[in-house]
């Protein structure tokens, strides 16, 4: 039932970016799949060592209850900063798309009220609101994306590797930074029905995210081209701009907004509930709503104040996300752990 | 358990204690007529005719339909004979005819010595009563619960026992046509106010002895006959446990509808959506029992309540099941069509309208800005005024006297619509609009239409404010609220969420009967087979092969 979290969450906040590999972004894509793929394997295997436990627990069975505490604070900072440039995004999209004069604090407190109900009744209720929506989502992405193919000219995407392997793998960073996220799965494995299937739904879902990304980004390039995508914040916006159906349906970027606005919500409570979650089990809370709405306040107060504009936000998610997020706590931390515990032979007897 | 009743004195004795064992607070016995019915309970017949009518009348003080018929009996008088009954409760022919005739008339002439004032009960019992149903007792307060339920109690002199005749006969509504739950196919009779008839209407339908119907009374003034209805095998245990513990925690002075039961017995309070069926019709009824749901039978109310309810319900209807499903799936889907309308209509008018222009067709767009041109209100006031004009029409049209609907719908039709358009004070588009979305919030359930009214107004505000950012944050809202709820503690949303494959062919579409195999999964978990497969039917193999 959890397991169906992951793929919306991580779905659509790559639609406006990743252009550093031009054309050949859809390679990079590929390679983030694959990257998050193997980040999937690792922390599922880490996570089923320590049954029960949470990514917030297990560190203190690792590394003793000092230093596994230290990477625990480490984490739920990670959380609540990821969550912050997370809301940040969803507003800015929202303010720099839709409504350019409201204030982002409008779009991010109403989200966040509604985020904070679904977080307060826990994980099952926004668990069904993501069954409800995910389905709903991927089946807009597919009509919007075929009804986007007149625009679209395969052509586009060559000539394949016209400058050399390095700008791939730089672009692969960003979306490998997002699928990356499925290391929220060490937070979910404790509350899953069936958590031996916990290998399964992580490759499912990061497999289902990285086929979308890439059919959004195949089809925002084909349509486009890499220099005009590079110079947008949202070429999936604009690709959805230009579709023109029977004179009637003329614009349907409020779809876009839609998905966009369901797809984030998602996203943010699982986020909300995991600094949540792990600040009370940090605590060592029996019960983590009496957090809820410090921390929102907190997510909040940290959104607005990240950045100074839009261009800011895009510079750091470009930048600094990469090697900040991936390297330390979605590759580095997980396999330091997971070799720490193998070494002092901690944990269930599968590895 | 005591603070969930106000404290109340009445006349009536025995209806003025709410609980048996509360203790009695000091001076709460006014008079000495007054008895709780602690006491009555303990109190049991003597063997004086005269003491026990002296009693009972003094607990029947000022109750002047209660009638008192002293005679002898089989015109001996060692023999005195008394009958208590209220009049209008009781059959009076079934009481002349089969109790007083039989028993002063009818009766053996014989002054013999077996006519013992010591064998009258017996004989009386035994040979003279020609009542299909009869019981003794020889306490107080079964007497007066008995005369209290219509029927007729005769005591014999010399016996401290007393014959509870069944002779139960009131006026009542017969079995008509259901006035709110419309069909073109299907049972077209509905539940009355007495709740025997409509166990006897369930019965009917599901003739079987694992039909289950446990009775008890709620309400301690009105003592009120409720029945918990459900077959025994095909209902989750857990459930029937659960329906009645919420059942017994009921501690009200009075249940007049099922309403009262269902606020005291949902699972989400404080939601604008009901979690709890009411339905009166015994066909949907016999339908959820033979899902696997519990039934509610309220004496005195033509409605019975069933649980867990699930939301997809709203947009079913028993005539889906009863025409094809093809034509059923298709009209669900209206329904549901419809929901989304009466819910979003007007904020999605007011959204557009208001800050969303180029989602429009520019000939569109071109002729609703020339009919609002010359409106003074902004669309969000607009689109208010009109919404709360039709709540007003719809609330009148609903309690005006038969005789003035016509001048009511005229007014309505005319003067809100028509005039209000030439004189510029609304734009016809969004009478359009109200008018779509008012008569779409009658194509489904009663009980979701109201919720879907209550939150139109609020999501409206909403698109008013943020544009259709506003829209779909209250969209999710609901949805968010949605996943919170519980009926009875399944899941408000299931089949879709949790998600259950199997189910789905009875949520927004309906499967063929052949291919329902089947019972909803949660409530049904009990005998989850609902039908012998391979029943597609297809034609018979062409002659001459």
């Known amino acids: ?351 | 358990m005591a603070r969930f009743i106000i404290p109340f004195r009445i006349r009536l004795p025995g209806r003025g204690k709410p609980k048996p064992g509360q203790d009695s607070i000091p001076g709460d016995h006014p008079e000495e007529s007054v008895i709780s019915s602690q006491e009555l309970q303990n109190l049991d017949l003597s063997a004086d005719l005269q003491t026990n009518l002296r009693r009972i009348r003094a607990i029947f003080s000022e109750c002047s339909d209660v009638i008192y018929r002293e005679f002898d009996f089989a015109q001996d008088e060692r023999i005195k004979l008394a009958l208590v009954y209220v009049d209008g409760m009781s059959d009076k022919i079934q009481i002349s005819a089969q109790i007083m005739r039989s028993l002063m008339l009818d009766a053996p002439l014989v002054e013999s010595e077996e006519f013992t004032r010591a064998r009258a009960l017996t004989l009386i019992k035994k040979k003279l009563l020609p009542i299909q149903q009869l019981k003794e007792t020889n306490n107080l307060g079964k007497i007066i619960d008995a005369v209290l339920e219509g029927d007729a109690v005769l005591l014999v002199d010399g016996h401290a026992t007393a014959l509870i005749n069944s002779t139960r006969g009131w006026e009542a509504r017969s079995v008509e046509e259901s006035q709110t739950e419309m069909l073109v196919r299907g049972p077209r009779e509905a539940f009355v106010e007495t709740i025997r008839v409509n166990m006897s209407l369930l019965r009917r339908k599901i003739k079987n002895p694992n039909l289950k119907i446990e009775s008890m009374k709620l309400g301690q003034v009105t003592k009120t006959d409720v029945a918990v209805v459900y077959i025994k095998g095909l209902a989750n245990n857990k459930l029937v446990a659960e329906v009645r513990e919420r059942l017994k925690r009921i501690k009200i002075d009075a249940i007049l509808e099922t309403g009262y039961i269902e606020e005291l017995i949902e699972d989400n309070p404080w939601s604008p959506f009901c979690t709890v069926f009411h339905t009166e019709r015994p066909d949907k009824v016999a339908a959820q029992l033979l899902e696997g749901r519990v039934a509610i039978l309220v004496d005195g109310t033509p409605y019975a309540l069933t649980v867990p309810l699930f939301f997809v319900e709203s947009i079913q209807n028993p005539e889906d099941y009863y025409e094809r499903s093809l034509f059923s799936s298709a009209i669900r889907l209206f329904r549901l069509l419809s929901l989304v309308i009466s819910l979003l209509g007007p904020s999605l008018y007011v959204a557009i309208v208001t800050f969303h222009h180029e989602m429009l067709p520019t000939s569109l767009l071109l002729s609703l800005a020339a009919q609002r041109e010359a409106v003074p209100f902004p669309a969000l006031v607009e689109t208010f005024i009109m919404e709360l004009a039709f709540e007003i029409l719809r609330e009148a049209g609903l309690r005006l006297p038969r005789q003035v609907g016509q001048a009511v719908s005229i007014v309505g039709a005319l003067i809100i619509g028509e005039a209000a358009v030439r004189a510029g004070l609304i734009a016809a588009s969004t009478v359009i609009v109200v008018a779509l979305t008012g008569i779409a919030s009658f194509t489904f359930c009663y009980s979701a239409s109201i919720s879907m009214r209550l939150l139109r107004f609020p999501i409206m505000v909403l698109a008013g404010a943020l544009g259709l950012y506003g829209v779909i944050c209250g969209v999710l809202a609901i949805l968010v609220h949605l996943a919170t709820l519980r009926s009875f503690g399944f899941p408000f949303l299931f089949p879709v969420a949790p998600l259950s494959a199997g189910d789905l062919k009875d949520a927004a579409v309906r499967a063929p009967w052949w291919a329902m195999l089947r019972r909803p999964r949660l409530v049904g978990m009990a005998h989850p087979r609902r039908e012998a497969t391979g029943l597609k039917p297809s034609p018979p193999p062409a002659r001459g092969k």
Not at chain 1, 84 to 91: L, S, T, V
């Open chain 1, 1 to 351: 039932m959890v397991g169906m979290v992951l793929p919306t969450a991580f779905l659509f906040v790559t639609a406006g970016t990743s252009r550093l590999a031009r054309q050949d972004g859809w390679i990079s894509v590929l390679l983030a799949t694959f990257v998050a793929l193997l980040i999937a394997r690792l922390v599922v295997s880490l996570s089923l060592r320590f049954p029960g436990k949470t990514l917030f627990q297990f560190p203190e069975v690792i590394l003793g209850k000092w230093p596994g505490k230290v990477v625990a604070l480490l984490y739920i900072w990670w959380y609540i900063h990821a969550n912050a440039e997370i809301i940040r995004e969803f507003g800015s999209f929202l303010a720099a798309a839709f409504m350019p004069e409201t204030p982002l604090i409008v779009f991010e407190l109403l989200i966040m009220v509604i985020a904070a109900y679904a977080v307060r009744n826990g994980l099952e209720v926004f668990t069904r609101v993501n069954e409800i929506i995910l389905p709903l989502i991927l089946g807009v992405v597919i009509i919007l994306n075929i009804l986007a193919t007149q625009e679209m000219n395969l052509k586009k995407l060559l000539p394949v590797f016209e400058y050399g392997a390095v700008p791939v793998i730089k672009g692969a960073v960003m979306p490998a930074v997002w699928m990356g996220q499925i290391v929220t799965m060490a937070v979910l494995i404790p509350s899953l029905n069936k958590a031996r299937e916990a290998h399964r739904i992580a490759a499912t879902a990061t497999s289902i995210t990285g086929f979308f990304i890439l059919l959004v980004i195949i089809s925002d390039l084909a349509t486009f081209g890499p220099q005009v995508n590079a110079g947008w914040f949202f070429p999936g916006l604009n690709k959805i701009r230009m579709i023109h159906l029977a004179n009637f349906l003329e614009r349907l970027d409020p779809v876009v907004m839609a998905i966009w606005v369901a797809g984030g919500l998602v996203k943010i409570s699982v986020f909300y509930w995991a600094a949540v979650l792990g600040s009370a089990q940090w605590l060592e809370l029996e019960d983590y709503r009496p957090l809820v709405l410090p921390v929102g306040a907190i997510l909040l107060a940290l959104s607005i104040m990240a950045h100074d504009s839009i261009m800011d936000l895009f510079v750091f998610l470009g930048t600094y996300m990469g090697p900040y997020s991936l390297t330390i706590f979605e590759a580095g931390l997980p396999f330091l752990l997971l070799v720490v515990a193998v070494l002092r032979g901690q944990g269930g007897a599968r590895p």
